[in-house]
């Protein structure tokens, strides 16, 4: 069975930092591509960040580009997200998702299996 956990949200005061984790489990974890999205309330999922089966391409939202960092760790089955200097518009549930392919895509039906999101939350 195919299981995606995140971890890692919170509180934090703008300009701070968070780590995401996901930790993937029930596939073969270094034969998928894997992306994180996040849902703001009363806004659609969106894309944030995705990171191809051997971590040679990366993809990010022009919103997060230059603050995030998307990486996997295959010893671990985890990908993770760095994410510095936040800001309030950054508040959102943020989501791993399992690619159906090799290589990241930035389209919310390219992917496949979904964890059940972990709340970020950027307020002073």
């Known amino acids: 069975e195919v299981q995606l956990v995140e971890s890692g949200g919170g509180l934090v005061q703008p300009g701070g930092s968070l780590r995401l984790s996901c930790a993937a489990s029930?596939?073969?974890?270094?034969?998928?591509?894997m992306g994180w999205f996040r849902q703001a309330p009363g806004k659609e999922r969106e894309f944030v960040a995705a990171i191809s089966w051997s971590g040679g391409a990366i993809y990010y939202a022009d919103s997060v580009k230059g603050r995030f960092t998307i990486s996997r760790d295959y010893a671990k089955n985890t990908v993770l997200l760095q994410m510095n200097s936040l800001k309030p518009e950054d508040t959102a549930v943020y989501y791993c998702?399992?690619?159906?392919?090799?290589?990241?895509?930035?389209?919310?039906?390219?992917?496949?299996?979904w964890g059940q999101g972990t709340q970020v939350t950027v307020s002073s």
């Open positions: 029930g596939f073969a974890f270094v034969s998928y591509a």
């Open positions: 998702a399992r690619s159906t392919g090799i290589t990241p895509s930035v389209r919310i039906y390219e992917y496949d299996y």
